[in-house]
């Protein structure tokens, strides 16, 4: 597994900071600020051009973290370049706005060039490789000389939930024997948060501490904070990974998804329910053998207390045993990537026997009366099972299950 | 100048032996530039220069310096018979 995140430059470091309560979450840069002077901003915790070969400079943001996390996860796994089963690796990523940046950067540049009277013909000729939405896919493919899929899904912030799942799928289903799980996102740009901000979904700076200000399930909170960078897994056959006595972190076991059809954000509750209890009954799994879920936990007004009643809904009276945490109160909402990075910080809160907090917790919603592991983290804990939600603008809802794999 | 900006490009993007650029009978085949390579090198000078140069495959048949003498030409008549002095540092990407 592999991530580069607001909270850190990889995994460990990620989740080590996850597990202090350390929200990444600041004032935006300059750039954004002189239009949007209270929007808050999540950014990566390291450039991830310097953590690249200097040919991927002029890369899309995006596909700059893709690698990043790509490269971590491939060198945990022991994969290197060009296996002999090149074939039967694929690349599945989500991404929910791909090419933002470069998106942006097209557009400004033709606003300066308008302005200075120049031609706006003269654009860099790999505008378009760069912001198509399978640009990841395709660079860490290449990179990496994996000759299966090559697959993108956009699915706004269940986009790389559902690259999980449909990966498990094809490799469940004997398509492929090992899938390179991304998911990027890189929309700290201008143009991107002045869309977002028109939707009245961005939280207002705290007063008091600036960094705690996106506050899922709390009273008074005021919806997320938008953040940038990617996470990454290797999803193998327990044939191949025995084959290479390679150990495994855990078995992704259970793939629920849904859509309302009803309303575009609006969340249903019916539908997250389904999502939820497909996913454990595909993985063979009672509601009490979960002992974390990691929330979708926007910190909207409507998104948390549905959730909410949808876990009761879903989990019955097991409900009271769980623990819930929404780690969007640290590291922002990296919407195509907040699937996949919320799922390697429960497989990594299993591992360790440590879940991480909804940091800023400091008074519950009453319409949110799960245990939400307020403020600080909970050690010693014995987890044998996971579930990580996503719920996506546009109805999508997926659940995933994970399992410890001893 | 001119010379000096693709070189540049050639060497530190495109991995290119700089002793190539030696020969002065080098062939801009010999370059081995894909379509993309071709049309990423004539970006730094159209960045500069403010215009697109036309048809780009052509100079794929043509000596190295024969291009270059063609890409002078075409600034030159956008800008009056005058060769502007570029900058190495490419203004943006």
């Not at chain 1, 660079?139 to 449909?166: D, F, K, N, R």
């Not at chain 1, 209890?277 to 549905?306: C, F, S």
Request: proline share 5%; with cysteine; aromatic share 6%.
């Amino acid at each position: 597994m592999g991530a580069i995140s607001p909270l850190g430059a990889d995994r460990r470091q990620s989740f080590a900071a996850a597990l202090a309560g350390r929200c990444a979450i600041g004032r935006a840069a300059p750039d954004i600020a002189q239009w949007l002077p209270q929007v808050l901003t999540a950014p990566a915790a390291a450039e991830p051009s310097s953590l690249l070969d200097p040919r991927c400079a002029g890369l899309d943001r995006a596909t700059q973290f893709a690698l990043v996390a790509a490269n971590e996860a491939l060198c945990d796994a022991g994969i290197a370049a060009h296996p002999d089963d090149a074939r039967r690796i694929g690349v599945y990523v989500g991404i929910g706005f791909g090419g933002a940046q470069t998106v942006d950067a097209l557009y400004a540049r033709l606003q300066q060039t308008l302005r200075d009277n120049g031609n706006p013909a003269v654009m860099h000729p790999l505008s378009v490789p760069r912001m198509m939405a399978n640009a990841a896919a395709a660079a860490v493919s290449m990179q990496y000389g994996l000759h299966g899929p090559s697959y993108t899904y956009s699915v706004a912030c269940a986009s790389s939930a559902v690259a999980i799942g449909e990966a498990f799928r094809a490799i469940r289903d004997g398509y492929l024997d090992a899938a390179v799980v991304i998911g990027a996102e890189a929309m700290l740009t201008p143009g991107a948060m002045l869309a977002w901000n028109a939707l009245r979904v961005m939280a207002k700076p705290d007063a008091d501490d600036v960094s705690r200000s996106c506050r899922p399930f709390a009273k008074g909170r005021s919806g997320f904070v938008l953040g940038e960078g990617a996470a990454a897994i290797v999803l193998e056959s327990e044939t191949r990974a025995r084959s290479r006595a390679q150990a495994a972190l855990g078995e992704v076991c259970g793939y629920g998804c849904s859509s309302d059809a009803s309303h575009l954000t609006a969340p249903s509750s019916e539908e997250q329910v389904t999502a939820m209890r497909q996913a454990l009954a595909q993985a063979g799994l009672e509601p009490g053998d979960i002992q974390y879920l990691n929330a979708h936990g926007t910190a909207t007004e409507a998104g948390d207390v549905v959730e909410t009643a949808s876990i009761r809904a879903a989990f019955g009276a097991a409900a009271e045993r769980l623990a819930v945490s929404s780690t969007k109160s640290m590291h922002g909402h990296l919407i195509g990537a907040s699937g996949i990075l919320e799922f390697v910080l429960s497989v990594m809160a299993m591992n360790a026997g440590a879940l991480p907090p909804t940091a800023t917790l400091d008074e519950p919603d009453p319409r949110c009366d799960l245990d939400f592991v307020p403020r600080t983290a909970r050690h010693d804990c014995e987890v044998s099972a996971i579930m990580s939600n996503s719920f996506a603008f546009g109805g999508s809802n997926v659940s995933l299950v994970a399992r410890r794999h001893d | 100048m001119l010379e000096d900006i693709v070189k540049s490009y050639l060497i530190d993007n495109k991995g290119k032996d700089p002793a190539l650029f030696d020969n002065p009978d080098l062939l801009v085949s010999e370059l081995k530039l894909d379509s993309l390579d071709m049309v990423e090198m004539l970006f730094e000078i159209e960045d500069r220069c403010g215009f697109q140069l036309p048809d780009p495959m052509r100079y794929a048949q043509m000596h190295f310096s024969a291009m270059l003498a063609d890409i002078e030409q075409a600034i030159r008549e956008h800008n009056n018979g005058e060769l502007p002095a570029f900058d190495l540092q490419a203004t943006s990407h």
